[in-house]
């Protein structure tokens, strides 16, 4: 009989939408997979309807086996939602105790939920923000910081100057009324994180995830990470609350959780990196070594890490230079931390070694931020490994993309190859290195000299939309072989911006 599993993604988008429903639909003959309907979500800064997400899940979830819960759609609607809601404390208390519901209605549910900290971006934009981030986003992350250093150290003279041209800068332009409007936002939102975790105390949620979203080691959102991890300590929940970068790609986490859970497996995965460092760096956009980050990604999907390599059930291959992590856009000027002390000749030459072994192989692509590294992919091309390994990744955070990669590569070590794995591996070669380090660039560029920008495009299916199709066409060519072809079957812009593209496409293999 097949275990029931039901989604409330984090949001709309293809990547925490279509990602997980693809990797639980390779597991098909163990469970019938459930999720909300597309249109029943948000649109970016529109919330999903509390009283359609409240209806899904009483549904849904009366008959299930394991929930899988974004608490920020349960909550406030969606990822972006949570940065700009007004709603009170009172009225999220009651939509959070919902949980105490489904499971009281059917005992054994297994409740598997993610909660964001909410995060501090350090840039001014309101692209995902209250509107006045655009104003002041930048100077509200330095407010976060200074004073997070002030507890730890003095501040030097050059950050004591950086920190009265903050002040000067809120006082002089009356901006003060929006930083009070976002640390208000920021401490409900906490308080909330720490309701959750009492739900993991009196075991209504079996397993959570407390992700950090665009983390950095000091701030906000630093702080806020303090605040969570002294009360997970204090309740003395650590086995079942972690905490560690991510946000898109929880949900795959905890799919090839269930699924492992499932299939009574514990797979180990032995972790070996392209350069000297051993995951000792600090990636963009997140606040700790990605050796540890790692570690924390393979035990919530359901894995231990292996030190065994010839006697472990997976490998992981970690691409990443061995310092100061660079935007996949960079790529291109052939930065000396890429080139010394990394070893991509060795690593490639590894995985070939590994597949002829028929040891499943998971490609880590994380020596770049937002794109993956076109070197990597063309050498797996050369070899003939693109469609060998069991899964490979390379999108957006490090941790977007070890949620991706290391989820994929447990599941189909279990169910085996199909079109829909085929597809998926195609489809992150097309848009983590076709669109994210190639063709968006190329088209941002020439956008520009029309008027249009990175946030501002001419509409989900426009002429933009339709010149990223062209363009992607033209450099499919790089992900393709004597044996497989990608057809793009669909393609549009999910919130009408550069930043994302919603791919659809099929590989044909001869």
């Known amino acids: ?44 800064k529109i919330p999903a309807k509390f009283e359609n997400v409240y209806e899904f899940l009483k549904e849904s979830c009366k008959d299930a086996n394991y929930l899988v819960v974004a608490i920020d759609t349960l909550l406030y609607g969606g990822i972006v939602p949570s940065r700009l809601h007004y709603l009170k404390e009172e009225e999220l208390e009651r939509r959070l105790f919902v949980l105490k519901e489904l499971k009281k209605d059917n005992p054994k549910l297994k409740i598997f939920a993610y909660h964001l900290i909410m995060r501090c971006p350090t840039n001014s934009s309101d692209d995902e923000e209250p509107d006045y981030y655009a104003l ?180 992981c291959m970690v691409n990443l230079p061995f310092e100061d992590m660079q935007e996949a856009s960079q790529q291109d000027r052939h930065l000396l931390q890429y080139q010394i002390n990394r070893n991509l000749i060795e690593f490639v030459e590894y995985i070939d070694y590994l597949v002829k072994k028929n040891k499943p192989v998971i490609v880590a692509d994380i020596a770049y931020a937002n794109g993956g590294d076109k070197e990597l992919v063309s050498l797996l091309n050369t070899k003939g490994l693109l469609y060998k390994v069991n899964s490979y990744a390379g999108w957006n955070t490090s941790s977007n993309t070890l949620g991706t990669c290391i989820p994929h590569g447990m599941i189909e070590s279990i169910y085996g190859t199909s079109q829909t794995h085929y597809d998926f591996l195609a489809l992150r070669y097309l848009e983590d290195v076709g669109y994210m380090s190639i063709v968006r660039k190329k088209i941002h560029e020439e956008i520009l000299k029309e008027g249009m920008g990175w946030k501002n495009i001419d509409g989900y299916r426009g002429n933009v939309s339709k010149r990223i199709t062209k363009a992607l066409n033209d450099v499919k060519y790089l992900f393709e072989d004597v044996n497989h072809s990608i057809e793009i079957i669909d393609n549009y812009q999910p919130w009408q911006r550069m930043f994302e593209t919603a791919l659809t496409i099929k590989l044909h293999i001869k």
């Open 1 to 44: 009989m097949k275990n029931k599993l039901v989604l409330l993604p984090l949001d709309e988008r293809p990547c925490t939408y279509l990602f997980p429903k693809t990797l639980a639909s390779l597991a098909s003959s163990d469970i019938d997979f459930v999720t909300i309907p597309h249109d029943k979500l948000g649109n970016k």
């Open 136 to 315: 002041c986003g930048a100077q509200i992350h330095l407010l976060g910081r200074f004073k997070h250093l002030k507890e730890i150290r003095p501040l030097t003279k050059e950050e004591e100057k950086q920190e009265q041209e903050v002040n000067d800068f809120i006082k002089n332009n009356n901006y003060q009324g929006y930083v009070d409007d976002y640390l208000n936002r920021r401490y409900l939102n906490t308080t909330l994180n720490i309701k959750t975790l009492s739900l993991v105390k009196d075991g209504t949620i079996d397993f959570l995830i407390v992700p950090q979203d665009d983390s950095a080691p000091y701030g906000y959102t630093a702080k806020d990470q303090d605040r969570i991890r002294k009360e997970i300590e204090n309740l003395h929940i650590e086995l079942n609350a972690y905490m560690y970068p991510d946000a898109d790609a929880v949900s795959n986490t905890l799919i090839a959780r269930a699924i492992n859970e499932i299939k009574n497996r514990k797979p180990g995965i032995f972790i070996r990196y392209a350069s000297c460092n051993e995951g000792g760096i600090i990636p963009l956009y997140e606040d700790r070594n990605v050796s540890e980050t790692i570690k924390y990604h393979i035990l919530a999907a359901g894995g231990y890490v292996s030190y065994d390599i010839m006697n472990c059930d997976l490998v």
